[in-house]
């Protein structure tokens, strides 16, 4: 991609909702090179910091399935509601067929799993923002 479109790491935004601190600081670690960051603990702080910036702010939402007070599935409905496109991967330990068929019902974009594969998070984010460049 030509440097006239790489977009500076302070202009991608990604929210990332993940209860576990060990798995944020992780992605934090990874990502916080190439984009700035949002965390939100559970579904209802991510409800929280989404809507607090306009529809476009985040390039993409990183959601963990199992948290406290309001899942990533359900958390994923109530951001679809209000935007139907950007992409939102899904992360969970616990992988069950029926988890990634919720999760897609949901909305869900792409689904990962943990332990977090680096190569396969890089990749599965390089698919919807292509101006990182690891």
Not at 5 to 14: F, P, T
Not at 18 to 25: G, K
Not at 80 to 104: C, G, H, L, T, W
């Amino acid at each position: 991609m030509e440097d006239s479109k790489r977009r500076a790491k302070q202009d991608i935004h990604v929210l990332v909702a993940e209860d576990e601190a060990s798995n944020y600081l992780l992605l934090k670690t990874i990502l916080q090179k190439h984009c700035t960051l949002s965390h939100a603990k559970n579904g209802v702080e991510a409800l929280s910091i989404y809507n607090e910036h306009p529809e476009d702010y985040f390039d993409i939402i990183l959601m963990d399935i199992k948290m406290p007070e309001m899942g990533g599935i359900e958390a994923v409905c109530e951001i679809r509601k209000a935007n139907k496109v950007i992409p939102i991967i899904m992360q969970s330990a616990y992988v069950f067929d029926s988890d990634v068929e919720a999760a897609e019902k949901a909305g869900a974009t792409d689904f990962i799993t943990k332990p977090i594969n680096l190569k396969v998070l890089k990749q599965t984010i390089s698919k919807y923002i292509e101006e990182i460049i690891w």
